[in-house]
């Protein structure tokens, strides 16, 4: 049976597996995230911007108003985290439907991709000093409303970009808070009112709440690390990667940048004649880092 070869471009791959990626993306979709199509390497470092802040002026009758300098600190993130995943698409297989090859292959590949992407950001956990204490009486809406304050508290934006992130296990006890589920108490209207109607998990004390697989569990006994934070927190940086097709004969290469969440892509692909193959790769460059610690709390349960 001849191949099909249209499943055999890396462009195709690439944009569909762009697409899959964000679907599994939890914290880059929530932090702030800095991408240009300059083309980096793995090692470079990337100068990214911490907004900065205004201050209000007194103003006498007669005195000039006092301009200040539209500036925002520099801070530096090294694009240290080169992740791949690669496959073989053998040519008894290559006869299948593209949307098969999909469901195989680049579905569980972009998986891995995000799992790698989110398990870095959570990561930064290390970096927040202020810690949530979580007594045997406290309900979670108690915990959200604590956290809630402590961001205040250290001056945190309050606006919709604060976010919460708690483990699978956690998503558990949340979604029995009589705050959340009752349509009249979320905060939250029409149809995000309810996390039955939108698969999320809702709104809680100001907090936009989602659960993530990577959360940390550290220790013995373990303590999950879960996270409360304003979006200018952490930082996600990414650029795409060279392509090396006049380079490599033989070898087709597409880069594909989702401009959602900053992540570029690259698919190469070559032609195995030992394994009589199609070899895959998928590999991505970004580097992560916190802006602000001060606009993040933990929640150490």
């Known amino acids: 049976m001849a191949n099909s070869l249209s499943a055999f471009v890396p462009e195709v791959w690439a944009?569909?597996?762009i697409e899959i990626l964000r679907e599994k993306l939890v914290m880059a979709a929530?932090?702030?995230r800095d991408f240009s199509n300059e083309v980096a390497n793995f090692g470079d470092t990337v100068n990214t911007r911490k907004p900065g802040k205004f201050s209000a002026n007194t103003k006498g009758a007669t005195s000039d108003v006092t301009i200040q300098d539209v500036t925002a600190t520099n801070v530096q993130v090294v694009l240290n985290q080169h992740k791949e995943v690669s496959f073989m698409i053998y040519d008894i297989e290559a006869s299948k439907s593209f949307q098969a090859?999909?469901?195989i292959y680049l579905d569980p590949a972009m998986l891995a991709i995000a799992n790698a992407i989110d398990t870095a950001l959570f990561g930064l956990y290390t970096d927040i000093t202020t810690n949530i204490t979580i007594l045997s009486t406290d309900t979670w809406y108690d915990t959200a409303v604590n956290a809630k304050v402590q961001l205040n508290t250290q001056l945190a934006p309050r606006d919709e970009r604060r976010h919460m992130v708690v483990s699978d296990t956690d998503e558990g006890a949340i979604l029995k808070t009589d705050e959340l589920v009752?349509?009249?108490a979320t905060g939250?209207?029409?149809e995000d009112s309810s996390p039955i109607l939108t698969g999320k998990?809702?709104?809680l004390a100001g907090f936009m709440l989602y659960s993530g697989t990577n959360v940390p569990s550290v220790g013995s006994p373990a303590v999950r690390k879960n996270l409360a934070f304003h979006k200018n927190a952490f930082a996600l940086v990414s650029?795409?990667?060279a392509t090396a097709v006049d380079e490599t004969p033989g070898a087709m290469q597409f880069v594909a940048n989702d401009p959602d969440t900053g992540i570029a892509l690259r698919v190469t692909m070559s032609y195995n004649a030992t394994k009589l193959a199609t070899q895959v790769t998928v590999d991505v460059l970004y580097g992560v880092k916190t802006l602000d610690a001060n606009l993040?709390?933990?929640i150490d349960v």
Do not use: T
């Open 15 to 17: 944009r569909e597996g």
């Open 30 to 32: 929530l932090v702030h």
């Open 201 to 203: 998990i809702g709104k």
């Open 101 to 103: 090859l999909v469901d």
């Open 296 to 298: 993040a709390v933990r």
């Open 182 to 184: 009752r349509w009249d």
């Open 188 to 190: 939250v209207g029409g």
């Open 239 to 241: 650029r795409p990667l």
